[in-house]
């Protein structure tokens, strides 16, 4: 009667654990959205949270042989591997990636029903890059990103014509997902302020070429000028007011030639680091 006993928890304790799932790839879960099959590579197309796609909590849910999924799915591509969590079919715990030849962190943070929250941060050759604070899936509070001035091998920085020997911080501050400002900083506080010029080297002719000039002014962004460069025939350049209006030329760099004058009227605030656009355009009469 015990051996009896015995194997009967054995056969139940065993059937228990294989039915449970710690990680599998994310291409084994079935996904629905409002109830119909949608395939999981439309939702999660990445290898990081920015690349998520029609994926809205309340209509998407992700199965396992027939049953909501509850356990960490493993996404690999060419450059990354990506660990999610889920809870009853939905997005929900840590979300890790991890670069493959070096398992360097690319991106960590937490989702919790389906929607990011608290503090993300982004990494590059294991440096974090960014620091990020979100509420219910939505940017609020302080951002921060940090600038490596110092170990720039084939670029360098210049500062009012000066090298610049310290690295810097953008804090940026979101409220409900907008952009509501955004200060430069070095990292002993002083706000940036003056001309930064920023050169990458020629490997043809072995010599510098100069990329843009951006303009600061108590640690705001004011404006970016592009130069030419030899396999380019355009010369753009932009200011920015105090008003918030953004003066735009381009010119022909063989001809001197303007062939494009006017103002950018803002709808709202931009990201500047991208210099994404998302305004109307008047030309200059």
């Avoid at 398992?103 to 941060?121: R, T």
């Avoid at 008003?243 to 006017?262: A, P, Y």
Wanted: glycine share 8%.
């Amino acid at each position: 009667m015990k051996s009896v006993f015995i194997l009967s928890f054995w056969f139940l304790f065993t059937q228990f654990s294989i039915g449970q799932v710690d990680t599998i790839l994310i291409r084994e879960l079935d996904v629905t959205i409002d109830g119909l099959p949608v395939d999981v590579n439309d939702i999660i197309v990445g290898s990081d949270y920015t690349f998520l796609q029609e994926y809205n909590p309340s209509t998407t849910l992700f199965y396992y042989k027939n049953a909501p999924f509850t356990g960490v799915a493993q996404k690999v591509d060419t450059i990354q591997i990506t660990y999610i969590g889920f809870k009853n079919g939905i997005i929900h715990g840590r979300w890790y990636d991890v670069t493959i030849w070096n398992n360097y962190l690319s991106f960590e943070g937490n989702y919790v029903n389906g929607k990011m929250s608290g503090e993300w941060v982004e990494g590059i050759e294991n440096k974090i890059y960014r620091k990020r604070n979100y509420e219910e899936g939505k940017l609020n509070g302080i951002s921060k990103s940090f600038i490596d001035f110092k170990s720039r091998e084939d670029s360098f920085y210049e500062l009012n014509n000066q090298p610049i020997e310290r690295n810097a911080i953008i804090e940026e501050v979101y409220t409900n997902d907008e952009l509501v400002s955004e200060t430069y900083f070095f990292e002993n506080g002083e706000k940036l302020d003056g001309e930064i010029k920023f050169s990458m080297w020629n490997i043809e002719t072995l010599d510098t070429l100069t990329q843009y000039i951006e303009f600061y002014k108590d640690g705001k962004f004011r404006g970016k000028r592009s130069y030419c460069y030899e396999s380019d025939v355009i010369n753009s350049e932009f200011h920015i007011l105090e008003t918030g209006v953004v003066e735009n030329k381009e010119i022909d760099c063989n001809t001197g030639e303007i062939m494009l004058e006017g103002i950018f009227i803002p709808k709202k605030v931009f990201t500047s680091h991208s210099f994404i656009f998302e305004d109307e355009f008047y030309e200059r009469q």
